[in-house]
């Protein structure tokens, strides 16, 4: 089994110094981090997207996983850079202000950055006018606003609102998700999609952006 399929299958079983042995000797061997990336890494979290979706991953799988994939995207990561390869895109995350429940968002974070994203987290009780801030900073391509609590949903309104103001609303596309959350709600915002789950999340980021 070549070093891409060991990076691939080490990621689906979460085997971490597999996916660590495979990143190091494949680089070694003259394979690029792009085509580690793009072509074993990538293509295993899609599938523990997929696994999620169908039922046949939960949550602790889906994060062994990830944690797989981490160890050997903090190896590839110096090498990208120098490269030059660029993200896919860069999606500023965060809890609403007002609400401090992490679990999902964390979930999300993972999903999206193993698509090929930069993740820029907020981390939670995040006000409209910081999320405003880490858009023009970052020049955020997506962001995805997380609620776990009904009576912290009207924040993401309120963030939409924020960016409208600053205009800036038409330069981000903003996503939203969280328990109470449903399209509904999306769509009365003016959202510009909602996920039911991580990897929902993941793949509407990249629908919207036009890369899947």
């Not at 990143?23 to 599938?47: C, D, F, Q, R, V």
């Amino acid at each position: 089994m070549g070093y891409k399929e060991t990076i691939y299958e080490g990621i689906l079983k979460g085997d971490m110094r597999a996916v660590e042995d495979a990143t190091k000797k494949g680089l070694e061997e003259g394979i690029s981090a792009g085509e580690l990336l793009n072509e074993a890494m990538i293509p295993a979290m899609a599938e523990v997207g997929r696994l999620f979706e169908a039922n046949e991953y939960y949550v602790p799988e889906m994060l062994i996983a990830a944690r797989a994939m981490k160890a050997g995207l903090a190896i590839l990561r110096p090498e990208l850079v120098a490269s030059g390869v660029e993200p896919k895109g860069k999606v500023v995350l965060g809890t609403v202000k007002g609400d401090l429940h992490d679990i999902g968002k964390n979930l999300v974070g993972i999903m999206i950055e193993g698509a090929g994203f930069e993740i820029i987290d907020l981390g939670v009780d995040v006000s409209p006018e910081d999320f405003v801030k880490a858009v023009r900073e970052h020049k955020a391509d997506v962001v995805g606003l997380s609620a776990l609590l009904t009576t912290t949903m009207p924040s993401m309104k309120s963030t939409i609102e924020a960016l409208q103001e600053a205009g800036i609303r038409d330069q981000v596309k903003v996503i939203i998700g969280g328990a109470p959350v449903t399209q509904k709600y999306a769509d009365e915002i003016g959202a510009d999609g909602y996920g039911r789950d991580a990897a929902a999340a993941a793949t509407l980021t990249k629908k919207l952006l036009g890369l899947s």
